[in-house]
């Protein structure tokens, strides 16, 4: 009897375990987290692209016209990247990006926010020296004035974030406050221009495959002294080097059959600058361009020999598989170009709504026979 | 566990307490009756506990996840005034506060067409809610959304397929929506977390409603208190910022006193039920007495025989409570609905949660069965321990016990009523300290049943004989002389009796106060609403149109908001009202005061007697209210009684309202018809004023009425529920002890039938013993459920609602307590009766 109640005893308990998993089952989620599309997909040139504006060879630039908005277009960028120093030598990158976009109708209806224009802003700080890779972003419809872009005086917000002039603007340079908090760092940085704007490709008309379309309106200021305070975590660091603006519009970068692209920002110490990207296909050679920029801003169109990955780092966030170390070779007019890029820290992928990486790198390598060092930026985007 | 090992070859002498249990196990199957009572007992008390934890449980748990839904991550809340916030606002807190974890919403009630219930419809901003809330809408935007017009995400895309279209209807506002996703797209979420309710763009939700360029609330997540000393900077008066935390267990604690009633009621339950287990147990040892002495004859010790009886008592405590789980849960799917509906009508609108069983529930639902099978088993358990090996006793010896303990009783039974009424008494605002009070209070007297039956008994004696002859003397003689065996049971039976009747009197009183109060107030003959809750105002034209209907005497019209004071949330009445509408207002303080002039002065306002009760509110205070030109106190110049919102109405009049607050209009007119008009004839005139909104809600004085009457008969419902289920236990206890009893009886009955005695006599008299004990009972009874009426009325109902109402005692329902205590009593009786019709005399004798 008493091994019946020892019985009994066990099977209630039983009961009230299963019970409890059974309740605790539905109770308990699985949370998994979003699906974050690619930067390069919500560029590529989709059937969409139709609704807008394709950017065009005989299209001149004009300033300071199109440092604002070109709605017509599907998107839009206004990119900073920089490589900055404290004075004891601490080193930064940052990024800082207000991203707009556009969609192909509207409702009609008449409300505030019904508006086609959408604003992306990304804000990112690599702190070299820690190796903590810290980002955010902001996003808003143009509705109600949370967002949007003047081109005089320039200004471009998105919530609290903006690049706003302050006050030197002129027809070839641009002095700008960049201001942005994240979660727990910020900028707050002045950027002046050191020349005028370089134009991309053919006088601003940069194409991005063999067939000289898709392309894009494409402009920079490779060169803008920076100072200014970097916020993390409630220290403020004082920081001074140099940002690279870009600004680009089209309605479309990749086409069907385009897979992503490896970009390049470098700045040599020698005060040179070099911009090369390769859009990669899915089979077949990539499409390649690169120009050298002398310090007189002076752009010089130069041969992609080799862009060779040669060193890749596992992102374990994403799982996602980046190579953050890349052989480029360059053939110029007076001499070909040699360049090791290598991240200044492993982890500087940006897993925001859009996901890619976008990192800050140091460079050696040879020009000519001159050995040659610097710093620059680098992004890489569709890989899966 | 060595004892498992019995069924190994290796056999082993059986211990004691194994011997017992086969032999009470042989016994139980010759009779389980008692056995089954006593884990019926259990069973019913768990599950009535069960079945109120789980539904109050799951109400809360909806309530959570509503507000997980609706609040998200928020803190904060930016609330607006009368129709909501300029969008405006939210741009500033964006970009001029630097506030990133900040989102506008715009909230709306909505129908679907063709389906019953209403849904609750969220006009987000997907590029800024993810900061608040996890609604993974963020491919709204980015989706094909633009080429949807009129989206809708949904909780289950499997339900309602993408593509496919719904018609939502909001008063007289329709819109076809098309299905563009599911709610929790992204994050994964389960749909259920989404029940009940619809997402769209706060664009469309603007459009559909009616309200461009506003806002029903902005959410925001604030980290340090500097935060939102920066939001609040930014509003303009008319806005203001709640902390949403204190505000969620603001209204959970509104719940409590609500949930508080319930458990108390459930756990009544359990305590008849504890009662019934004692008669049980008693029973078994009492039916066990030749059994166990001769047990002890044959060497068992007590000890073993207590031990037994204990395994044994476990079994009945574990097999209960198991059972009561598991019928309490199915007992909650229905409780359920009526908890939330009575929530509904309460405090706020609340989705029917999907029920949920904790573990925490199941141990102290377990713990209490086991406990107070324990607690009820352990008197008589100890009283087996004592038998002897003489006593093969009388039961004359045990009834000479229980009447001095009868009497030994009255001290302590004396001392828990009034401690009952002390507790009661204490100014505290504890409802659970009036609960405690409460039992003591019933306790007292209901444990004084079998004395005072007794008593009444001997004094009934010799007049009965005379009057009804020799069978009504016996039956007399009878039930004092049982009372061992049915004055537990005569206690579970009041006490049920008592608490029904005295949860019926305060209904009742309640259900006569609300009537009169509503047969005061609503002083206009026909009512007027507009059907549209996105603009839910009547016009200036049909306003004037109204008052100059043929057979229209007065017209006096009203609206009705809720508003955030310092107080929390509450309604606020204004009433555009004449003299003789305004003397509907019932004003209690000061008493009998005309309050019209100074009603219309300005910063006047009456308020109800919940609010002032709820918050101590007298007639001269201040109350802060949020108003145009910011915080503005009023003077309270009276206060009067409402049973129409529990949180409390604050009532100015138009003149104040037009002068402080955002004025968008009325939302009700009351229409004062001539003598001898024909209200039908008044409403459909109504209807054909060109002026007259789509849709409208007109509803005569008595139709509303009726209406209010039956939401209050539907608040109540759960408690009629359990109102039963605690009498249901008590008469099943009694019937079951009453022939239990006259089983025990067969032999006296058989030496009465010996003796001259005729089967129809020894009928009689056993039904005219049982309905006795049933009518003192019921007797009993009607003091102590009036005590409790009162108490219920006085203390535990102003302490849970602040309301007051005037006591009402109907003998229609005194009648029926005694009625149905008789009557169930009588019909306890009738089993006995029967079997002892076809005993023959010489099976009775034979036992005996």
Known sequence: MACAMTRIAAIMLCVLIAVWAISYRFTARDVQPPADPFLSEMLSDKAEARHYDRAAPDVLIRFPADHGAHESFRHEWWYFTGNLRTRDDREFGYQLTFFRFAHPRKPDIENAWNNSQTWLGHLAVSDIASGRFHTDQELSRQSLGLAGVEATPFRVWLHGWSATDFGHMDENGLSLELFAEGDGFGIDLEVRSAGPPVLQGENGYSPKSHSGTPASHYYSYPAMTTSGQIQIGGMSHDVAGSTWMDREWSSGILQPGQSGWDWFALRLDDG???????????????????VLIRPDSRKQHIEVVAMKPVRRWRSPATGIEYPIGWELEFSAPDGSISIAVESLMPDQEVDLMFRYYEGAVGLTGLYGNLGISGRGYMEMTGYR | MASCTSHLPTERPATATELLLKTFLREQKKSPGPFMLATLSVMIGVAAIVGIDVASQSALKEFERANRMVSGLATHRVVGGVSGLDERIYARLRIEGGLRNTAPVIEAEVRIDHEPGTWRLLGIDPLSDYRVRESGLLSMEHGDQSDIPWPVHVPDTEIRPVGSTLTLSSGSRQQVFTVAGRIFEETGEPENDAHGFLVTDIMWAQEFLGQSGRLGHIDLKLGPQAESSTVEALLPSS???????????????????????????????????????????AFQVARRRNLLSRLRAVGFTNREIVRALGV???????????????????????????????IDILYFDLGEGSLTLSAEMLVKATALGVLGTAIAGAVPIREAGRITVQALSKRSFEESRVMTLSRRVLPAAALSFASGVALLATGSQSLGLAFAGLFLLLLGPASCTPWLVLHACNILAPAVGRAAGLVAKTAVINIRSHLSRTGVSVIALSLAVSTSLGVALMIDSFRHSVEHWLNHYMRADLYITSAVPGSPYLSDTFRSQLASLEGVRAVGFSRRLSIHSDLGLHDLLAVDTNPTGFRGFMIKSPPGADLWNRFNEPRAVLVTEALANRHRLVVGDDLVLPTLEGEVPFRIIGIYRDYSSEHGLVTLSWGNYVRYFEDPGVTSAGLYLEPGTSPPDVKEAVRNLDSAPAELFIRSNRELRDRTMDVFDRTFEITGVLRWLTVLVAVTGLVFSLIALQLERTALNARLKAIGFSRTQLAAQIIAETSLTGLLAGLIAIPIGLTLSLSLIEVVNVRSFGWTMTSRIDPVLLMAAIGMSTVSAAAGGIYPAIRMWHTPISNGLRDD
């Open chain 1, 272 to 290: 040179s600058r070099i911009m090369a990207f390769q859009i990669r296909q899915e089979e077949g050679e990539p499409y390649r361009h690169a």
């Open chain 2, 239 to 281: 806005a203001r910022l709640i902390d949403l935390e204190t505000r969620h267990s603001a209204q959970k604690d509104m719940t409590r006193a609500f949930r508080t009633n319930l458990a108390a009621l459930s756990h009544l339950t359990l305590l008849v039920a504890m009662f019934l287990i004692y008669s049980s147990t």
């Open chain 2, 312 to 342: 044994e008592l476990t079994v009945v405590a574990l097999a209960g409570s198991a059972a009561g789980i598991a019928l309490g849960f199915l007992l909650s799917s229905f409780m359920i609905a009526l908890v939330t509906e009575t």
